[in-house]
């Protein structure tokens, strides 16, 4: 029987072997949860190999030394698991990180002129907020961290200074426009009353053309401005659209004579006898004019009537004066017997080719004489309108 001594001499060696495998229990857990880091159980299981060497217990300490190189190689291959994640969330990071400032950098060099700054300004706001919160999710290498901002903050200055000139200048601009079109609206005002209705309104024309030549102001100023000038315009054009419609009711009378008169005109048409048509219009034309103005509507509807009349007896003229014109007579002639003589000569041609049996020179004869006597025709023709 063991003395009371040697048992209580085994229990405690038995209880450090407990307190070993307890240890072990303890990393293995740790090696196991996701929240503590594969190297840090690494060091402690290493401890705990090393003192399983030199450690009096009573138990199993070959297979505890085995679990803890087990859990050794476990520790170590999920360390490499999280460094290669690492490194992934690293290059990941990296390559977002980069998108962000290489976006900032494209918006700062967009041509001032072509920049939308509203929408531009709100995207870079957009794009710091994902810089901080990819910031926040994870840093990169100091080196890297330190380049790209001071990449991004100099996009981020280069556009603020771009905004700043563009609006200064464009203010600039907007006051230049402000002032051309204020004396332009006060032209305008003083034309308002104006009953020259021709000059005055190639006026306003001329006034449009500066007005758009002044180039675009504020919206605040130009809409007062133009407000102004097409209530100034507005006053001109009613005033003269009332003195027309006054002008018109006057002219309303002249109308029906004029419309008469055409009636009559258009009679003479189709033109048989130019001279006595040419007699005849030019009394309707005296009694045309003394008729005087007819309304605007009307105008250029009566005026294209009476045109189209005058139109016909100058035609009728010139046909008359084709057909009796002594030099187109005289050519005419002329033509003709030219022509008889070719044919004449062919047909003398074609005898003699005949009467010589020569098949190709009877041929070529032939030809010739048909076309000759074609163009003959034709100017026998012509002859005969020319003596009409």
């Known amino acids: 029987m063991v003395d009371a001594s040697e ?30 880091a594969p190297g840090e159980v690494v060091g402690q299981l290493r401890a ?30 999920r360390r490499e698991e999280a460094d290669a994640a690492r490194s992934a969330a690293r290059e990941a990071g990296l390559a977002s990180r980069t998108a962000i400032v290489e976006e900032a950098e494209q918006i700062a060099a967009t041509d001032p002129e072509r920049m939308q700054w509203r ?30 901002w001071k990449r991004f903050s100099a996009a981020r200055t280069t556009f603020d200074r771009a905004r700043r ?39 306003y024309r001329v006034l449009m053309d500066r007005w758009k030549a002044a180039g675009r102001g504020s919206r ?17 054009f009613a005033a003269r659209t009332q003195a027309n419609e006054a002008e018109d009711e006057e002219f309303r009378g002249n109308l029906v004579v004029k419309e008469e008169l055409l ?37 250029q509807r009566v005026e294209k009537r009476m045109r189209a009349v005058e139109q016909a007896v100058n035609d009728a003229e010139r046909a008359t004066w084709k057909r009796t014109n002594p030099e187109v007579k005289a050519r005419a002639d ?23 049996g020569d098949a190709r020179a009877e041929s070529q004869a032939q ?22």
């Open 119 to 148: 929408p531009s300004g709100d995207r870079l706001r957009e794009l710091l907020d994902a810089w901080k919160e990819a910031q926040r999710t994870l840093r990169l290498d100091k080196k890297s961290e330190d380049e790209l």
């Open 48 to 77: 705990l190999r090393g003192t399983l060497a030199d450690v009096q217990a009573v138990g199993d300490l070959e297979g505890l030394a085995q679990r803890t190189r087990d859990l050794e190689a476990v520790a170590a291959a």
């Open 367 to 388: 030809a010739a004489l048909e076309a000759r006597r074609l163009w003959l025709d034709a100017a026998r023709r012509t002859a005969e309108e020319t003596s009409a």
């Open 334 to 356: 002329s033509a003709v017997e030219q022509l008889e003589r070719a044919v004449a000569g062919l047909e003398a041609d074609l005898a003699a080719a005949q009467a010589k």
């Open 165 to 203: 000139a563009y609006f200064s200048q464009l203010e600039d601009r907007n006051a230049d426009s402000r002032s051309v079109k204020e004396a332009i609206v006060v032209e305008a005002e003083k034309l308002s009353t104006s009953t020259e209705w021709g000059p005055t309104s190639t006026a």
């Open 7 to 36: 048992a209580d001499a085994l229990a405690h060696y038995g209880r450090e072997f407990d307190a070993l495998v307890a240890q072990v229990d303890i990393a293995e857990q740790r090696l196991m949860s996701a929240e503590v």
């Open 263 to 299: 009636v009559e005109a258009e009679k003479l048409v189709p033109v048989t006898d130019f001279r006595s048509a040419r007699k005849a219009l030019r009394d309707i034309g005296e009694r045309w004019e003394a008729a005087g103005k007819v309304p605007r509507a009307d105008l």
């Open 220 to 236: 605040k100023d130009d809409d007062a401005q133009w407000a102004r000038f097409r209530a100034a315009q507005d006053v001109f």
